[in-house]
């Protein structure tokens, strides 16, 4: 269909003109000349489009104006809405606006608009998977899976998680498989499918084994792998394995307090923070769709933006809360034993988020939680303390200090 007619021929030429200019136009321009453009040629310009307003979005000026970014990500995703199903670039582009659509429908605290969102993205990805845009069939779901999970509705979280899974089998070192696996496990288990959860986390174990023994994946990995299934194994009454599975992760750690890492690794601080943050789950209320809350197993940078204001705007209160036990001589020490334990995790996860240097301002946290486990005399929460204080000292590279440490732990919690 000719659609030049509809357009005004002095528009169209100042919109090519534009794009023709000297350097690189301004996005503000881009989105001007494609706005004319993709009326007179869709199949080319619309894509064009697209982008141009997904990346006005990102523009400095309006990074502290969510309902701002929102206009544009809103025009982005109806504008994505109308590429061409011929074009083979279709799904990657929609899927692409539509995440950053739900992005900012979340951060605005329209949830239920954004639910729809996620729903029509993996709609999306079905699609493009079904007609050969897209190589995995997954593709598009895993933003549905973290707002399922935000809102308590577990077991179809499971299920997506373990559709992704099961196309990206058979599982082999290299295949970076930790973070849908995780996502997965935390699903399954919060759903009340431990012994799957258990048998979902084994097999992750058993891929970052090979992994590294081809040196594909860094030990303290591994570690803190081993660390999370001996404190799974332990809930569901497996004591002999769990102490087993803590005696493996004991000789990795003379390992590396011997060698150190084999081999140089770029920051590896959301393994640990994530696991860190799966393992305090139970002392977190309960999500639901009026009160949703993380969806822990996930990474953090995939938990919707209302979500993860919230659970560290938590931070404040807290700590309040935990002076306030503090300076109370008739205050339950259990309680603020617990209380503090939910403060060292949310604590940690906020810092690893901000900063990749964690020594000096976890470690105060991290001790004062081993000290309030002391003064409580029982040896399995003095376990978990002093298991907690080890794998963040593995993450500082403190190795010496987090063999000590969870050697403790170990005469603590095996029996």
Same mark, same amino acid.
Request: glycine letters at 6%; hydrophobic letters at 45%; one cysteine or more.
């Given at each position: 269909?000719?659609?030049?007619?509809?357009?005004?021929?002095?528009?169209?030429?100042?919109?090519?003109?534009?794009?023709?200019?000297?350097?690189?136009?301004?996005?503000?321009?881009?989105?001007?000349?494609?706005?004319?453009?993709?009326?007179?040629?869709?199949?080319?310009?619309?894509?064009?489009?697209?982008?141009?307003?997904?990346?006005?979005?990102?523009?400095?000026?309006?990074?502290?104006?969510?309902?701002?970014?929102?206009?544009?990500?809103?025009?982005?995703? +109806?504008?994505?809405?109308?590429?061409?199903?011929?074009?083979?670039?279709? !799904?990657?582009?929609?899927?692409?606006?539509?995440?950053?659509?739900?992005?900012?429908?979340?951060?605005?605290?329209?949830?239920?608009?954004?639910?729809?969102?996620?729903?029509?993205?993996?709609?999306?990805?079905?699609?493009?998977?079904?007609?050969?845009?897209?190589?995995?069939?997954?593709?598009?779901?895993?933003?549905?899976?973290?707002?399922?999970?935000?809102?308590?509705?577990?077991?179809?979280?499971?299920?997506?998680?373990?559709?992704?899974?099961?196309?990206?089998?058979?599982?082999? &070192?290299?295949?970076?498989?930790?973070?849908?696996?995780?996502?997965? !496990?935390?699903?399954?288990?919060?759903? %009340?499918?431990?012994? +799957?959860?258990?048998?979902?986390?084994?097999?992750?174990?058993?891929?970052?084994?090979?992994?590294?023994?081809?040196?594909?994946?860094?030990?303290?990995?591994?570690?803190?792998?081993?660390?999370?299934?001996?404190?799974?194994?332990?809930?569901?009454?497996?004591?002999?394995? +769990?102490?087993?599975?803590?005696?493996?992760?004991?000789?990795?750690?003379?390992?590396?307090?011997? !060698?150190?890492?084999?081999?140089?690794?770029?920051?590896?601080?959301?393994?640990?923070?994530?696991?860190?943050?799966?393992?305090?789950?139970?002392?977190?209320?309960? &999500?639901?769709?009026?009160?949703?809350?993380?969806?822990?197993?996930?990474?953090?940078?995939?938990?919707?933006?209302?979500?993860?204001?919230?659970?560290?705007?938590?931070? %404040?209160?807290?700590?309040?809360?935990?002076?306030?036990?503090?300076?109370?001589?008739?205050?339950?020490?259990?309680?603020?034993?617990?209380?503090?334990?939910?403060?060292?995790?949310?604590?940690?996860?906020?810092?690893?988020?901000?900063?990749?240097?964690?020594?000096?301002?976890?470690?105060?946290?991290?001790?004062?939680?081993?000290?309030?486990?002391?003064?409580?005399?029982?040896?399995?929460?003095?376990?978990?303390?002093?298991?907690?204080?080890?794998?963040?000292?593995?993450?500082?590279?403190?190795?010496?200090?987090?063999?000590?440490?969870?050697?403790?732990?170990? !005469?603590?919690?095996?029996?």
């Amino acid at each position: 269909m000719d659609h030049a007619e509809k357009v005004d021929q002095d528009a169209v030429l100042r919109a090519r003109t534009m794009l023709l200019e000297s350097g690189r136009p301004s996005v503000a321009r881009q989105v001007e000349a494609y706005r004319v453009l993709a009326v007179v040629s869709p199949l080319t310009y619309v894509p064009k489009l697209v982008q141009a307003l997904l990346s006005a979005s990102y523009e400095p000026e309006i990074r502290d104006l969510p309902e701002a970014r929102l206009a544009w990500r809103t025009e982005a995703a +109806a504008t994505a809405r109308r590429v061409d199903e011929s074009d083979p670039n279709r !799904t990657e582009l929609l899927v692409r606006a539509l995440d950053a659509y739900r992005f900012g429908l979340y951060e605005v605290g329209r949830r239920a608009e954004g639910m729809a969102v996620c729903e029509e993205m993996a709609e999306a990805g079905r699609w493009g998977f079904e007609h050969g845009q897209v190589q995995h069939p997954a593709y598009g779901h895993w933003p549905l899976a973290v707002v399922l999970a935000e809102e308590g509705r577990h077991g179809e979280a499971a299920e997506i998680c373990g559709r992704e899974v099961d196309a990206e089998r058979p599982l082999t &070192p290299g295949d970076n498989s930790f973070w849908s696996l995780v996502e997965w !496990t935390a699903a399954l288990d919060a759903a %009340g499918r431990h012994e +799957a959860a258990l048998d979902a986390f084994a097999e992750l174990v058993e891929v970052t084994r090979a992994e590294v023994a081809a040196e594909d994946k860094a030990l303290a990995i591994q570690i803190w792998q081993l660390v999370h299934l001996a404190g799974m194994l332990d809930a569901a009454g497996s004591h002999g394995e +769990a102490g087993a599975i803590r005696q493996e992760a004991l000789a990795h750690l003379a390992e590396l307090d011997l !060698t150190g890492e084999p081999k140089s690794w770029s920051n590896i601080l959301s393994w640990w923070s994530t696991l860190l943050a799966l393992s305090g789950r139970s002392a977190e209320p309960t &999500p639901s769709a009026d009160a949703p809350g993380p969806a822990f197993g996930a990474a953090l940078l995939q938990w919707s933006p209302d979500v993860r204001k919230a659970y560290f705007d938590g931070l %404040g209160p807290l700590e309040d809360q935990v002076e306030a036990l503090r300076q109370d001589p008739s205050s339950s020490l259990p309680e603020l034993v617990g209380l503090h334990r939910r403060l060292t995790v949310r604590t940690a996860v906020y810092r690893e988020r901000r900063s990749h240097r964690i020594l000096k301002p976890l470690r105060p946290v991290f001790d004062e939680r081993v000290a309030l486990a002391r003064r409580l005399a029982e040896r399995e929460e003095l376990g978990r303390a002093l298991t907690d204080r080890s794998m963040f000292l593995v993450a500082a590279k403190q190795y010496g200090e987090a063999y000590d440490d969870f050697r403790e732990a170990c !005469t603590l919690l095996d029996r």
